[in-house]
């Protein structure tokens, strides 16, 4: 898939392939990791593209139907918890440096897998978090 523009960087996250070391103060990486079956170094290749100091932003899907789209150009191997992002991530950044997060509770759950749009909630369902309903987890990491 092409697209994107001149500021969009290619680089492979499993492999490190075209990611350049100590180069960016910020990287937002949301929902791909699902989509990457080799995942042993993807956090240290997160860790190489940030320069001192930088902070990844990354969102991978909890409990979740299969996108079909990604599974059929690139595969959609993994659903997260917020233990395997502790496993990836405090390694690699250190545990203090890293912040995670889970979104989701049964109704969100059910809604999703139904195919329900945000309109079709009310706000009220959205201010109960359940961490064993995990919807989205966010990571934020913070390279030293």
């Not at 001149?6 to 699902?34: P, Q, R, S, Y």
């Not at 079909?68 to 690139?74: E, K, L, Q, T, V």
């Not at 997260?80 to 250190?94: H, L, N, Q, R």
Request: glycine letters at 12%.
């Amino acid at each position: 898939m092409a697209g994107g523009g001149g500021n969009v960087i290619k680089g492979d996250l499993a492999t490190g392939e075209g990611i350049e070391e100590n180069k960016f103060d910020t990287a937002i990486i949301t929902h791909t990791l699902m989509h990457i079956y080799n995942i042993e170094n993807v956090a240290q290749n997160i860790h190489k593209l940030l320069k001192k100091g930088g902070t990844a932003l990354i969102t991978v899907a909890g409990i979740s139907k299969v996108s079909r789209y990604d599974a059929n150009n690139w595969g959609h191997f993994f659903g997260f918890y917020e233990d395997a992002m502790k496993k990836m991530f405090f390694p690699v950044f250190g545990g203090r440096n890293v912040i995670i997060k889970s979104y989701g509770n049964v109704k969100t759950v059910i809604a999703m897998m139904y195919g329900m749009c945000y309109e079709e909630l009310s706000d009220a369902d959205f201010t109960h978090n359940d961490e064993d309903y995990p919807v989205v987890i966010t990571v934020l990491c913070h390279k030293e």
